[in-house]
Structure formats: C-alpha cells, structure tokens
C-alpha cells in the first residue's frame, strides 16, 4: 500500500490564512516602534546640540544662540523649530544671526515633516546661553522654557517634552499636555 507524504489544498490554505493574520498584527506594532524610533532620535539629537551650545557658551566665554533656520544663514521669526537650527556666537546680544556672529552648527530639519518641534513662549524664537553657560533671554532675563516634539499620533504619551530649567539643564519627560507648550 502506498502512502502519500504531502499537505493538502485545505491544510495549505489554513497555513496561508494563519500566517497571514500573525503578519497582520506584527505590522502595526512593528510602525509604532518605527515611530517612537524617530521620536527619540529627534529629542536626543536636539539635547545633544542644546547641550553642546551651552558648553561652547561656557568654553568661549560669550553668548551663544540656537534659533530655528532653514539655511543656517538667517533666523526664522515663525518659530517653526522642525525646520531646522543653527547654533552660533551671538557677538552682538542680538538673538538673531548677523553678518558678524560665529556659525558654528547647522542641523537639518526633519524631513517629511513627520515631527512638529514647538517652543513655550520663552524660547519659541530662539535659546541663548551666556558666558556662564545659564540660558537668558538677551535683555538678560531668566529664559527656561519647554520644547514640544509631537508625530501624527498628537498630545498625549506619545509626544515628548524637554523641559530647560533657568540654570541651563535640559530634563525630558514622555507625554504632552498639547503640541504647542
């Protein structure tokens, strides 16, 4: 007598529609991690360049300022942080890039515009460090503030928020009230 060793149609089917339902529940979850990827990526990179400004300020022994930049050649005034920044010695206290201030970083903005970056009215338009590396507006008073990063899912716990206390020291915390602090 001979035995056949294979599967048939109906058991290649229910194999097709099991794998197919495993892959459709691993593909949304597999987006949400893409985009808490991109999300912390964009938060870390902005405290890493907040950080190294504040330590320029300190090494230089002069003001330096971040504002948002599409160029690197000019400040926006929109306050539209996603566009990009620049970091740069501010040589006339103006919070503004001029002819006679020191580029030193340019950071591209977020491409495909996956992640609005806002700023609480302090530092919507720009951040300054002075020399003693505390951050203050160019009047020289105190300039604490709160950086919003919110992606398509909106407020809640999946934005970020970095928070610049007056002594210059960034915290993030997950979660946002709203997108615009």
């Known amino acids: 007598m001979k035995v056949n060793s294979g599967f048939t149609l109906l058991e290649l089917l229910i194999v097709i529609a099991i794998a197919f339902v495993l892959i459709s529940l691993a593909v949304p979850t597999f987006s949400l991690i893409i985009k808490d990827n991109r999300m912390i990526v964009r938060v870390n990179n902005f405290i890493g ?12 022994s002069s003001r330096i300022t971040i504002c948002p930049s599409t160029t690197g050649t000019t400040c926006l005034t929109t306050g539209t942080w996603e566009s990009g920044w620049a970091i740069f010695v501010d040589a006339d206290d103006s919070g503004t890039l001029n002819t006679g201030d020191t580029l030193l970083k340019v950071n591209a903005g977020v491409t495909g515009n996956d992640i609005t970056i806002r700023g609480s009215a ?27 990063f919110c992606d398509d899912r909106g407020a809640g716990t999946d934005a970020r928020t970095v928070t610049i206390s ?7 915390t997950t979660g946002a009230l709203s997108c615009t602090p």
């Open 49 to 60: 360049l907040t950080s190294y400004a504040r330590s320029e300020a300190v090494k230089r």
């Open 166 to 172: 007056a002594v210059g020291r960034l915290s993030t």
């Open 122 to 148: 302090n530092i919507q338009s720009y951040i300054s460090y002075n020399a003693n590396g505390l951050i203050r507006k160019i009047d020289g008073s105190l300039q604490s503030g709160s950086m919003v």
